[in-house]
């Protein structure tokens, strides 16, 4: 069974930067996506980005694009999300999960992700 364990939320103020961390375990596969979703209080949880693990590809949702960026490193399992410049609509708890039948790195429905992790929160605040 695939396990996520996410890592680096906080409080920080506007214009500050961050950075989440996913930790994928019992990985049967070698072609997956990893993707970052978020959830702020009383909306839907909505994509932000992605990441192919087999030719790492990457998908950014317009509101993150050129403050946020996904990486990976395999060998440890890890995906990484660097945001900066961060704003206080950006506050949300940031989930992490997997699709684990398709290694396309793009905007999926919630549903096609088979995994997720806990949760972490970022607040961003003065």
């Known amino acids: 069974q695939v396990q996520l364990v996410e890592s680096g939320g906080g409080l920080v103020q506007p214009g500050g930067p961050l950075r989440l961390s996913c930790v994928a375990s019992?990985?049967?596969?070698?072609?997956?996506?990893i993707a970052w979703f978020c959830q702020a209080p009383g909306k839907e949880r909505e994509g932000v980005s992605a990441?192919?693990?087999?030719?790492?590809?990457?998908y950014y949702a317009n509101s993150v694009k050129g403050r946020f960026t996904i990486s990976r490193d395999n060998a440890k399992n890890t995906v990484f999300l660097q945001m900066n410049s961060l704003k206080p609509e950006d506050t949300a708890v940031y989930y992490c999960?997997?699709?684990?039948?398709?290694?396309?790195?793009?905007?999926?429905?919630?549903?096609?992700?088979?995994?997720w992790g806990q949760g972490t929160q970022v607040t961003v605040s003065s």
């Open positions: 990441i192919s693990s087999s030719d790492g590809t990457k």
């Open positions: 999960a997997a699709d684990l039948d398709s290694d396309y790195a793009e905007d999926k429905p919630i549903y096609e992700y088979e995994s």
């Open positions: 019992g990985l049967t596969t070698d072609a997956y996506a």
